[in-house]
Every structure is written in structure tokens, then in C-alpha cells.
């Protein structure tokens, strides 16, 4: 199979471009080269700006490829940008949405790629919605050969999935847990999440790749592991070894008293119980499954991310909000209880 990546060293793609590259894969990866000591060998770089088409279009002038994707379009823009480069140079295209993109809030918990699209509360949801239209769109009138991939939390060894964290990532939190300060979770703490290590949503993707039956079809690649976020956080205190402290906040107070995007992350989002109905993939994927239980995932996350002391990005900002979170429900209790 060949193969080109927009993107292709991400947390979604990474775990791909090296799954691939063991299978033999002829893989291309386009990208501005700022991260290409981390590709394994035998894949090709395409050293561009995806965003320079006269030069993109140059560097592909010869060559075609069994499959397109692209893991860093956002809005609708993008792809067109991509159909005008792509749409005579591969046999199948695929576009990484989102499960953000669903009916928020659900009219049924369990989400299936039939639940509508919706979510007024976050724009980037909103904007993946958009570029599932225009491209089912091609599909339709121009026998463009789209599939579309929807992906929920998907984590790799790199960063800590939370639910409430600041600007420059999860290491704030996890140093919060370490020094047994209080750390917030979102709501009571018992919606249900998923959590997809990246491995294997790797094999989910890999299995559409090249597959006639993935054509003209949107297609969840989550695990079927639910957990409430309660479980999630106490999975993490339990990988660093320590006692979780943690203070429930209701997602609207805490939209309203910071500048993170609360608004689309949690109430667009991480706020929602969701539970993913496989069933679609598992038909075109046979052999798919999710074996890396949230707990296993987490012990190789933390242990990975305490031996990079590269990946511990300080955020002193968040660490000193969330001190204000938990002493203004100090004062809530306080004054309530007169």
C-alpha cells in the first residue's frame, strides 16, 4: 500500500505512521519537518507547509497514492484546498473529524454514527461538522472517495488525558496529584467517558485503510471501555503512587470563572456522559478490538512522562487558578453554612 499523511506525528497518528511502517508500508508523511527525527525509518518526508499548495502540488506532481489522509484539517477551507490537490491522485481520502461532532446534549447516551450532528457549544465541533458536509458533498456529486473517521479521546505516552487541565497540557495536574494538592474534576465526577490509547485506534484506522466497504462512510474507532471520570482520575493518583484530593466543580462555574475554553471542552464535550457503539467498525474491521484497559494505558503513560522530564511543561497560571477554584468552594461552604 502507499500512503501519504498530512500530519502523520501526532497523538492520533504517530501510533499509525509506526504501525504502518512495521507492516512495510511505502508511507509518505507532508509536514513543515519540525518533527521528523521521531518517524521510523523507511518512511519519506515531504518537507512542506501544507498551507503552500503552489509547493505542496509540486512535490506530488508524480506521484499517486492508494490513500490520502489528513489529521490537521479544521475547517472546510482546508479541504477544498485538498480536493483541489488530491482528488485525481488518490483512491481513497480520509478526514479525521471528531465525536465532539455530535448531538450535544444527547438525546440517547449511546452514540452510534447515525446520532445527529450538533454541538452549539463548541465552534471547533462545529467546523468538523462543516467539513463532513463539504466533503460528503464531493462524494455524492463527484465520486470523491471519502471516508470519515471519528475518533473520541484517543491518548498516547506523551500527555495525561483530563478533563480540566490549562493551556500547556496535563503535567500541571499530575504535579497538583504529587504534591497532594487539591485537583479539580469537572461536575460530581460520575458521567461516563472513553478513553482510546492510540495503538488501538491505530488498528481500527489501519484496518479502514484500503477498504472498499469504508467508501462514502463516517466511522467511530474508540474502545468499549467506559469509566466515569471519578475512575479516571483515581487511575492516574494510583500511577503516580499517590492519594487523589480532588474537588468537584460544576462545569458552567467553572466556564464562567476562567479563560479556558470550558465553554466547548467541557460543556461541548468532556461534560457529557458518551458511550460509542462500535458495531459499525467491528464490520469492517473484523479483528478489531481495543485491548489496552484505561488503567494500563496509564501506568505506561505516567511512567513515560516522569522518565521526560521534556514532556513536564510547567503551567503556573492553571496551578494558581485552580488554587482560587478550590479556595472560592471553601468560602461557598463557608458562607452557606453561616
Known amino acids: 500500500m502507499k500512503a501519504l499523511f498530512i500530519g502523520g506525528t501526532g497523538t492520533i497518528s504517530n501510533a499509525i505512521t509506526r504501525q504502518l511502517a512495521e507492516q512495510g508500508c511505502e508511507l509518505y508523511v507532508l509536514n513543515r519537518g519540525n518533527r521528523k527525527e521521531g518517524l521510523p525509518d523507511g518512511v519519506r518526508v515531504l518537507e512542506a507547509d501544507i498551507k503552500d499548495e503552489a509547493r505542496v502540488a509540486e512535490l506530488v506532481a508524480d506521484l499517486k497514492f492508494d490513500v490520502v489522509a489528513d489529521f490537521i484539517a479544521f475547517v472546510p477551507e482546508h479541504l477544498e484546498r485538498d480536493y483541489r ?9 480520509i478526514f479525521i473529524s471528531s465525536a465532539s461532532a455530535y448531538q450535544t446534549p444527547l438525546s440517547d447516551y449511546r452514540i452510534t454514527e447515525g446520532t445527529p450532528l450538533s454541538n452549539p457549544y463548541w465552534e471547533y465541533s462545529r467546523n468538523k461538522i462543516a467539513c463532513e458536509d463539504y466533503l460528503m458533498r464531493q462524494y455524492r456529486e463527484q465520486g470523491f472517495p471519502v471516508t470519515i473517521v471519528r475518533p473520541s479521546h484517543t491518548y498516547d505516552e506523551r500527555s495525561i488525558p483530563l478533563g480540566v487541565h490549562g493551556a500547556r497540557g496535563s503535567w500541571s495536574v ?6 497532594g494538592k487539591p485537583v479539580i474534576i469537572h461536575g460530581d465526577g460520575t458521567s461516563l467517558w472513553t478513553m482510546t490509547h492510540s495503538r488501538d485506534f491505530a488498528k481500527g484506522f489501519i484496518g479502514l485503510m484500503g477498504n472498499i466497504h469504508a467508501i462514502g462512510e463516517a466511522v467511530n474507532i474508540t474502545s468499549d471501555e467506559s469509566v466515569t471520570w471519578n475512575q479516571i482520575y483515581s ?7 499517590v492519594e487523589l484530593e480532588a474537588i468537584h466543580v460544576s462545569s458552567s462555574f467553572l466556564d464562567a470563572c476562567s479563560d479556558y475554553d470550558f465553554r466547548g471542552g467541557l460543556l461541548g464535550d468532556k461534560a457529557n456522559t458518551v458511550v ?17 484497559r484505561l488503567d494500563q494505558g496509564m501506568r505506561e503513560t505516567v511512567a513515560h512522562i516522569l522518565a521526560h522530564p521534556e514532556l513536564q511543561q510547567e503551567d503556573p497560571d492553571f496551578d494558581q487558578w485552580c488554587d482560587r477554584v478550590a479556595q472560592a468552594m471553601e468560602t461557598a461552604v463557608r458562607l452557606v453554612r453561616g
Open 235 to 241: 487511575i492516574i493518583a494510583d500511577a503516580l503512587g
Open 174 to 179: 499530575a504535579k497538583r496529584m504529587l504534591a
Open 276 to 292: 460509542f457503539d462500535n458495531a459499525k467498525l467491528k464490520r469492517l474491521v473484523p479483528d478489531f478490538v481495543a485491548t489496552t
Open 85 to 93: 490537490l488530491f482528488a485525481d491522485k488518490t483512491k481513497q481520502f
